[in-house]
């Protein structure tokens, strides 16, 4: 994933959602932010907004503790390699997903000894 950015959807302008904080806003208990970003089919992503990898988003979902909450379908189409995901969970979660706003994200596979292990990079 690269060219993480804040995405804003006309939803968030709803009555229902109450900013609490730059790109991070709420309904009840949930927090939730929206991102968009680029997929990298050279380090084995998908290369199309419809078809979003399921690595690296899985492993960041388990780093960060949230959960995706909207696909954004009307966004996220075949002829597009921009992705729109919206993330919810705890506000300390989900301000800590928004660290990887404007990094790199990316699994590696790494070797010790016959065992490979893969490993989710943030830089």
Same mark, same amino acid.
């Given at each position: 994933m690269k060219n993480i950015k804040d995405f804003y959807p006309d939803k968030y302008c709803s009555g229902d959602y109450e900013q609490v904080d730059n790109g991070i806003f709420k309904v009840e208990d949930t927090y939730y932010t929206s991102l968009s970003f680029e997929q990298e089919p050279e380090l084995g992503e998908n290369d199309n907004a419809g078809d979003i990898s399921q690595y690296p988003l899985e492993d960041i979902l388990k780093e960060f503790g949230v959960f995706v909450q909207d696909f954004y379908d009307?966004? $996220?189409l075949l002829d597009s390699n921009t992705c729109h995901l919206e993330f919810a969970g705890g506000l300390e979660n989900i301000? !800590?997903?928004r660290s990887i706003i404007g990094k790199h994200v990316y $699994?590696?596979? &790494?070797?010790? !000894?016959?065992? &490979?292990?893969?490993?989710?990079v943030i830089e």
């Open positions: 009307d966004y $996220n301000r !800590g997903l $699994n590696k596979s &790494e070797f010790v !000894g016959p065992q &490979e292990f893969i490993r989710l």
